[in-house]
């Protein structure tokens, strides 16, 4: 009851003086407004770098450099590393090429062949895959020549030369699906491997028993000169990186613009905190004074408190709860500081950024942190005059009546 009676008389004290309390909330808001703003845009450009990084796949992908002699059980090996999301062999560029037709079209399209399979970061996630021999996906390009969609049939060819004569391989193909644009921009096919395995046998000369091209008989053994090879994440690319340079491996990755990206997020995540720990060290140290100084100047009426019977326990929770009030309001009142800074930044920027693209964004667990920081900041700036109210004498007060 005593502890109830405390925080109802420091509420009321706490509005009785609102030319005070007011002082305090706009002291905080004005620290800590400026504050949630400038983090909203470190995380906004950053974040939105970061994002730009984590969402498209070209950043997670590892490319040989030159060529090498990969066999079936190195590939093995490396899948069933965790920081591997998708590997699938290449077969020689020269090889992977085939001609395309199509009933709709009279252009005879060249097309590259894209080794692919289950897992393609390139193919949107659940969407058909080229399967086998006889199925395929389009890039945009490729299908737009052809005048083609998904479910249409196409024609495919495969030239040599033999023996001293020219020859030509043909099958038909089904379109699976035709792949976003971004996917691959210039005219290609994705394949199954099988399906670019074959075509590389028959320009080499041996038989392809499937599609009934013949030809010398194919080799068990067969040895890939480079592969497709993508990271789980961009955070995986530097070791994965580090492991093939290992292995006399040489590759290229986009490891330095992830770097550089990164190393800015932390560079301002660090000038952030410090300046972030300097203001709220500065508030509470001044804040704390403020209620210190208010503590004395309320001495009387404390002393009055104990004389009534309430404990030193009880009256520290009487700075404690105004510390609370003004942490509370400030935060609420610099939340709208940002809110309206966010809009008028976003808004200037608007016809530069994407849809639904923002320069100053806070994600909901940012508010909650902000709040928890603020209050805890106020009530360890309340701890001083707490200490001094729990000094304070039901004497003190006799003395001045």
């Excluded at 040989?64 to 077969?91: C, I, K, N, Y």
């Excluded at 998904?150 to 391989?169: C, E, F």
């Excluded at 690319?237 to 997020?265: P, Y």
Aim: glycine content about 10%; overall charge neutral; some cysteine.
């Amino acid at each position: 009851m005593r502890l109830l009676k405390t925080l109802r008389l420091a509420t009321r004290d706490y509005g009785h003086e609102w030319q005070m309390s007011s002082c305090f909330v706009l002291a905080l808001a004005a620290v800590l407004g400026p504050m949630l703003v400038l983090f909203g845009l470190k995380f906004g450009i950053i974040g939105g770098m970061l994002d730009q990084l984590i969402q498209n796949p070209e950043n997670r992908e590892i490319r040989p450099v030159g060529s090498g002699r990969f066999e079936q059980d190195w590939f093995d090996r490396m899948r069933h590393r965790p920081d591997v999301a998708f590997l699938v062999p290449r077969t020689r560029s020269i090889a992977a090429t085939m001609e395309l037709d199509s009933t709709a079209s009279k252009r005879i399209v060249r097309v590259e062949l894209v080794p692919s399979g289950p897992g393609d970061p390139l193919l949107q996630p659940g969407a058909p895959l080229p399967q086998g021999l006889g199925s395929v996906v389009l890039s945009t390009n490729a299908a737009e020549k052809l005048n083609v969609v998904a479910g249409d049939r196409i024609g495919g060819s495969v030239t040599r030369r033999l023996d001293g004569s020219n020859q030509r391989g043909r099958l038909e193909l089904t379109v699976a699906d035709v792949a976003a644009p971004a996917a691959f921009e210039r005219d290609g096919v994705f394949a199954d491997v099988s399906l670019v395995e074959a075509i590389e046998d028959y320009r080499d000369g041996r038989a392809v028993p499937q599609l009934d091209w013949r030809g010398a008989p194919t080799d068990s053994e067969r040895q890939y000169p480079g592969f497709r090879l993508y990271a789980e994440s961009i955070y995986a690319v530097a070791g994965l990186k580090d492991e093939l340079l290992r292995q006399g491996i040489d590759v290229r990755t986009k490891a330095a613009d992830i770097e550089l990206v990164m190393r800015m997020d932390r560079n301002l995540s660090a000038i952030y905190w410090a300046i972030a720990i300097i203001g709220l060290v500065g508030f509470s140290l001044s804040l704390g004074a403020s209620l210190w100084a208010n503590v004395d100047r309320k001495r009387k009426e404390l002393s009055v408190l104990r004389l009534v019977g309430f404990r030193t326990g009880d009256i520290v929770w009487f700075p404690v709860t105004q510390a609370f009030y003004t942490g509370l309001l400030g935060w609420a009142l610099a939340i709208g500081i940002y809110f309206g800074a966010a809009y008028a930044i976003n808004g200037m920027l608007s016809e530069q950024l994407a849809a639904g693209q923002a320069v100053c964004v806070l994600l909901p667990e940012h508010y909650l942190l902000a709040l928890a920081m603020t209050v805890t900041a106020a009530i360890a700036a309340a701890a001083l005059a707490g200490w001094r109210s729990a000094r304070i004498e039901p004497s003190d007060g006799l003395r001045e009546i």
